[in-house]
């Protein structure tokens, strides 16, 4: 049962390069998330979904963009990569808005914008 | 603005002791509340979830309360061991939006 997967586990782009964060899910769940976890700080959510074709932006959607195509994936797309950018992102998923599960998260992709 | 605090920011104990960690939000209009476990470098593992009709939950030598007219909830560890050492995190799923908004954490190390 492999939850959430997450890659690349840890990347170094330079200043305006692009790349794609990868999340999939094979728990059939539902809502997905991206989160961004700054230094000592707690995590903010840049994007989530409640469905497949379904994408909205949370507290920090500047820089990013998300799609879902279907139920099992949530790529994260970084264009024009900034230093503020360098961070460690999390990709997470649940059943529905209040599962008595809770929500599942992926090991982390650690990026550093150089 | 819905906002989710945790006090403190860092905790030092000796092994063996109980220890209460806070959280604080100020939206009582919550889903459900998460306290979340985060060792260093790693993901973020689910530790309890608290609905918001419950009280407490217990799992283990962890209980975590609420108390959503306060505003608060607490996660207590009893017999603290070392490798109860990580970041705990406490996150609040409002009613509105159902977007989990964390704290932003306190690290735990329980010394031998």
């Known amino acids: 049962n492999a939850g959430v997967t997450q890659t690349p586990k840890f990347r170094i782009l330079k200043i305006g390069q692009s790349m794609t964060l990868q999340c999939t899910q094979d728990?059939?769940?539902?809502?997905m998330y991206w989160y961004r976890q700054d230094p000592g700080m707690g995590l903010k959510l840049i994007y989530y979904s409640v469905g497949a074709g379904i994408t909205d932006k949370g507290e920090v959607p500047n820089g990013y963009n998300v799609s879902r195509s279907t139920t099992e994936d949530f790529p994260l797309r970084l264009e024009l990569a900034a230093p503020s950018q360098t961070s460690v992102y999390f990709c997470?998923?649940?059943?529905?808005?209040?599962?008595?599960?809770?929500?599942?998260f992926g090991s982390g992709t650690r990026l550093t914008v150089v | 603005k819905q906002e989710v605090t945790q006090i403190p920011a860092a905790l030092s104990v000796p092994e063996g002791e109980n220890l209460v960690l806070n959280c604080s939000f100020t939206?009582?209009?919550?889903?459900?509340l998460q306290w979340f476990r985060q060792d260093p470098g790693k993901g973020l593992t689910s530790l309890l979830l608290i609905q918001s009709s419950q009280r407490e939950q217990t799992s283990g030598r962890l209980n975590a309360s609420l108390d959503k007219s306060s505003g608060r909830s607490t996660l207590y560890i009893a017999a603290s061991q070392p490798g109860d050492s990580a970041t705990y995190l406490c996150a609040v799923l409002y009613n509105q939006g159902g977007k989990l908004i964390f704290g932003q954490g306190t690290e735990l190390s329980v010394k031998p």
């Open positions: 728990m059939n769940h539902n809502y």
């Open positions: 939206d009582s209009a919550i889903y459900n």
């Open positions: 997470a998923s649940s059943y529905t808005q209040g599962s008595i599960y809770g929500y599942t």
